[in-house]
Every structure is written in structure tokens, then in C-alpha cells.
């Protein structure tokens, strides 16, 4: 167990709708990060957020939107999802957000399947 | 900006035998390097890391890792596999400054048979 947990951990869902992920980073982390897996594309990094403030930005569409909370918890909101979003999406956390090594410990992930 | 290849998709190797999982990457700046285990129906694990020092690292699970700067390559080893050892592995880089962004590669699928 790496202390960070997400919900759901499934999800199904439809074409056009809108869906919140949900993850809580391990006690102390100030960083989360927001992974998604898929088959053909792979793992990809998609946003990272340091104590309120985004820090990071990579693959992520227009349609997909992130924030962290005062509480440090945060949400991904994906909408207009298409069948190509069909993912599973991990959450990550660190202590730091750059500079030196920060260990990243991922949740379980998000299991989205768009039907 | 940061790419990471792993040259085999799957490698099925018997029960005590070893295993070498290759990852050659790519980047113009200095980073970090890792490998990750995703055991089926589970999130990522790390299994090492390499941040500077010896080139020879070792990780949990009797795994070790040997970073290779001249060829830019961090192949994952193990001198002896058991069943428990099926899963997939992702090598991955971050740069050493500014945002730590893990980059990925697409994964190893590791299948032990009896």
C-alpha cells in the first residue's frame, strides 16, 4: 500500500459525458501527479500540481482539467469523453515538486471505460 | 526533452533461469533513471533507482540495474526468476532539474514458465 488512494476504482461511462477522478496523496506530499495508461499509447504523464499551483503540464487535452485543493487532495474532470479515453489513470505524490530527487508513489489508478 | 525505448515487449523465461530487460534512452539533459513493476491488476511499484554513484544498483525482489552512460542504456537484471516475478516492467527517466515529469517506456511484459 503506497498511501496514495484514488476513487472510483471503475468507472464506466458513455460518449459526451463528464467524469471526476479523485486521489489523496500520501501524508506530507505536497505533489500530485496525473498518469494515464492505455494501449496505445502507453503510460503518459499528463499534469502535475505542487501544493495549489500547477507545476507541470504534458499530454493533456483541452477537455481534460485538473486542480488541487487547500487539502492537497485532487481531481481530474474529463468531459466530452470520446472511446479513445478508455484508460486506466494513476495518481502519483512526492514530498517536493523539482529540483533533487523526489520518489513518486502511485495509487492504484482508475479504471475508464467509455462505452 | 526525454524518450525511453525498451527493445523487448515480452520476454517468457523458465522459473529459475535469469532474465535481462533492455531500456535505452534518450535525453539532452541529465536525469534520473527507474525501473517500475506493474504486477497484474495493481499500480506501479519501484523497483530501483540509479541518481548518481555506482552504476550497479540493486532494487527489491533480488532485481539490479546497470546505468550505462556511453551507451545511454539502464538494462534490468536477475540472476534467478520465480513464478511471483510475472508482471510488467516500465523503464523511466525525469530530468534532474525543474519539473519531474516521469517519461516511460512502453513496457516489458515478463512471463515466467514453470
Known amino acids: 500500500d503506497s498511501g496514495v488512494t484514488q476513487t472510483p476504482k471503475h468507472l464506466i461511462t458513455a460518449t459526451g459525458q463528464r467524469v471526476t477522478l479523485r486521489c489523496s496523496p500520501r501524508?506530507?506530499?505536497?505533489?500530485v501527479y496525473w498518469y494515464q495508461q492505455s494501449l496505445d499509447q502507453g503510460l503518459q504523464f499528463l499534469i502535475q500540481?505542487?501544493?495549489?499551483?500547477?507545476?507541470a503540464k504534458g499530454n493533456i487535452l483541452e477537455r481534460f482539467s485538473a486542480q488541487q485543493f487547500p487539502d492537497l487532495h485532487s481531481e481530474l474532470n474529463l468531459s466530452s469523453l470520446e472511446l479513445g479515453d478508455s484508460a486506466l489513470y494513476f495518481c502519483?505524490?512526492?514530498?517536493?515538486?523539482?529540483?533533487?530527487?523526489?520518489?513518486?508513489?502511485f495509487g492504484p489508478g482508475t479504471r475508464l471505460t467509455v462505452l | 526533452a526525454q524518450s525511453v525505448t525498451q527493445l523487448d515487449s515480452q520476454v517468457p523465461v523458465f522459473e529459475e533461469a535469469p532474465v535481462e530487460l533492455r531500456c535505452n534512452y534518450s535525453?539532452?539533459?541529465?536525469?534520473?533513471l527507474f525501473w517500475y513493476v506493474q504486477y497484474p491488476n495493481q499500480g506501479l511499484q519501484l523497483l530501483l533507482k540509479?541518481?548518481?554513484?555506482?552504476?550497479l544498483v540493486k532494487g527489491i525482489n533480488g532485481f539490479e540495474a546497470e546505468f550505462n552512460k556511453s551507451q545511454t542504456s539502464f538494462h534490468l537484471r536477475k540472476p534467478s526468476v520465480h513464478i511471483s516475478d510475472t508482471a510488467e516492467y516500465f523503464c523511466?527517466?525525469?530530468?534532474?532539474?525543474?519539473?519531474?515529469?516521469?517519461?516511460f517506456g512502453q513496457g516489458t511484459r515478463l512471463t515466467i514458465n514453470p
Open positions: 501524508s506530507g506530499d505536497l505533489s
Open positions: 535525453s539532452s539533459v541529465s536525469v534520473y
Open positions: 523511466a527517466v525525469t530530468q534532474r532539474q525543474g519539473a519531474q515529469k516521469l517519461v
Open positions: 500540481y505542487y501544493n495549489g499551483e500547477e507545476r
Open positions: 502519483a505524490s512526492s514530498v517536493g515538486g523539482s529540483g533533487g530527487y523526489n520518489e513518486q508513489f
Open positions: 540509479y541518481l548518481s554513484g555506482s552504476t
